[in-house]
């Protein structure tokens, strides 16, 4: 059974950071890239970043680019997305998924692209 359990997040002050963690079970992790996503309330879940099967390769929504980091450690079956520079409009319910087909890259924009999913953490920036 695949699972992907997601922790961190929280209530947050601008400016500040927070990492988000993501460990999957039940599939072959270090085949698979991966992404993290975000829904804020009364908006569509977007792309926020993602990363290759082998982590060479990362990519980022312009929103993010330079306060967030996306990463892997394909030995403990873990993502990781550290979020500096917090601001309120980063206030989403954060998702991390597993993309469609092994090997891929990391340009994964589209939600229909993501197979399996985490069940989702709160993060919210208070200004």
């Given at each position: 059974?695949?699972?992907?359990?997601?922790?961190?997040?929280?209530?947050?002050?601008?400016?500040?950071?927070?990492?988000?963690?993501?460990?999957?079970?039940?599939?072959?992790?270090?085949?698979?890239?991966?992404?993290?996503?975000?829904?804020?309330?009364?908006?569509?879940?977007?792309?926020?970043?993602?990363?290759?099967?082998?982590?060479?390769?990362?990519?980022?929504?312009?929103?993010?680019?330079?306060?967030?980091?996306?990463?892997?450690?394909?030995?403990?079956?873990?993502i990781y997305l550290?979020?500096?520079?917090?601001?309120?409009?980063?206030?989403?319910?954060?998702?991390?998924?597993?993309v469609r087909g092994?090997?891929?890259?990391?340009?994964?924009?589209?939600?229909?692209?993501?197979?399996?999913?985490?069940?989702?953490?709160?993060?919210?920036?208070?200004?």
């Open positions: 059974q695949v699972q992907l359990k997601q922790s961190g997040g929280g209530l947050m002050q601008a400016g500040g950071s927070v990492r988000l963690s993501c460990v999957a079970s039940g599939f072959t992790f270090r085949r698979y890239a991966m992404g993290w996503l975000r829904q804020a309330p009364g908006k569509e879940r977007e792309f926020v970043a993602g990363i290759s099967w082998d982590g060479t390769r990362s990519a980022y929504d312009d929103s993010v680019k330079g306060r967030f980091t996306i990463s892997r450690d394909n030995a403990v079956n873990t550290v979020m500096n520079n917090l601001r309120p409009e980063d206030t989403a319910v954060y998702y991390c998924a597993s092994a090997y891929s890259g990391a340009h994964y924009h589209s939600e229909n692209d993501y197979e399996h999913w985490g069940q989702g953490t709160q993060v919210t920036v208070s200004s």
